[in-house]
């Protein structure tokens, strides 16, 4: 059994911080108010170096704490010191109960803290060897997907860690290219995107730049996508409006059926008060008249204005085209 000691130890010789995996002030503020009413209790967890690193110590548990001792000036801090000879797997299983409840309700977070380790500089052998405790099969396989993961743009990352996506979900992000990723993930500064339809506009426009060859750079620089991202539109219709304009992009045979569709619109000859809509994906068959009136007098022109043959004519028609 390893030796551990209780000291103080002065803050200027605790240097090493690799082992940080969230910054001090992620999702602290209830411990932050707590070392402000009762100071330094808990003592932070600190493992020895060697002498030619220029580090006297390594600090691995107690990065709030610490970045508390340090704003508030204080000098030394209480420290449980693990020795020189600690063995990694004991460092790891340490970050890892630290950091447990907050892993296990997500699995994006749980891929964050593989890459960490990784990175930190623990062997991959004994990362593997603790990927069932983070709820993955125990294989070289699943560390690889974790480091692609992890190299997600991170608006990307953060977007999974959001929404706490599932292994497969994230890692079908990989598949994508860079720049169709960073471009559709910017779109949320001014359209209201979901999950899915982040998703489905992805997929689409990747099938459709290689279909046609162009580029995402093509595309936003096309007028239609313009007039959607600059309108004065709510976020949620523009969305709508642009996922149109994809749709009809990736599938052209939609913008043949909805160009017949809305030249017997017209043949119907509406006036402005009564109009006449479809599923412009073509997902659905039906038909939607909407009629306004203002005034009591106007509902009997509205009726009469249905019952025209033209009108029965043009709805079974767009009826037969969906």
């Known amino acids: 059994m390893m030796e551990i000691r209780d000291l103080t130890v002065r803050t200027a010789d ?24 009762v100071g330094l209790i808990q003592p932070i967890v600190i493992r020895e170096r060697r002498a030619e690193t220029g580090v006297a110590y390594q600090l691995i548990d107690g990065f709030v704490r610490f970045a508390f001792a340090q704003r508030t000036g204080l000098s030394e801090v209480p420290c449980r010191v693990l ?9 790891f299983r340490i970050l890892l109960q630290n950091h447990d409840s907050w892993l296990q309700s997500n699995v994006p977070r749980r891929i964050r803290f593989i890459v960490f380790a990784l990175g930190a500089g623990f062997s991959r052998d004994l990362v593997r060897e603790h990927l ?15 480091e692609k993961v992890g190299s997600l743009p991170p608006p990307v990352f953060s977007f999974c860690e959001e929404k706490n996506f599932s292994f497969k ?31 489905e506009f992805i997929m689409h426009l990747k099938d459709y730049f290689r279909a046609s060859g162009l580029r995402i750079d093509d595309f936003v620089k ?4 313009s007039d959607v991202m600059n309108s004065q539109a709510p976020s949620l219709d523009k969305a709508g409006r642009l996922r149109q304009l994809i749709l009809r992009r990736r599938f052209p045979i939609l913008s043949l059926v909805n160009g017949r569709l809305e030249a017997l619109q017209t043949g119907m000859g509406f006036p402005g008060n009564i109009s006449v809509e479809w599923d412009r994906t073509l997902e659905r068959r039906e038909v939607k008249l909407s009629v306004r009136v203002r005034e009591l ?3 009997p022109k509205a009726l009469a204005e ?9 709805v079974e028609h767009i009826l037969s085209e969906l």
Do not use: H, M, Y
Request: hydrophobic fraction near 40%; proline fraction near 6%; glycine fraction near 4%.
């Open 132 to 146: 069932p405790r983070l709820g993955f099969a125990a294989r070289d396989e699943v560390l690889s997907k974790c």
């Open 297 to 299: 007098e106007d509902w």
């Open 83 to 91: 020795p020189l000879a600690a063995p990694d797997e004991a460092v």
């Open 14 to 37: 605790i240097q090493d911080f690799s082992f940080r995996f969230r910054k001090p002030e992620e999702s602290r503020e209830a411990l932050v108010r707590s070392l402000e009413e």
């Open 306 to 314: 249905l019952r025209r043959p033209e009108v029965g004519s043009g």
């Open 169 to 199: 979900q994230c890692f079908q992000f990989t598949r994508q290219p860079v720049e169709l990723l960073n471009e559709v993930f910017a779109w949320r500064d001014r359209v209201t995107l979901t999950a899915s339809l982040l998703e």
């Open 222 to 225: 096309d007028k239609e996508f």
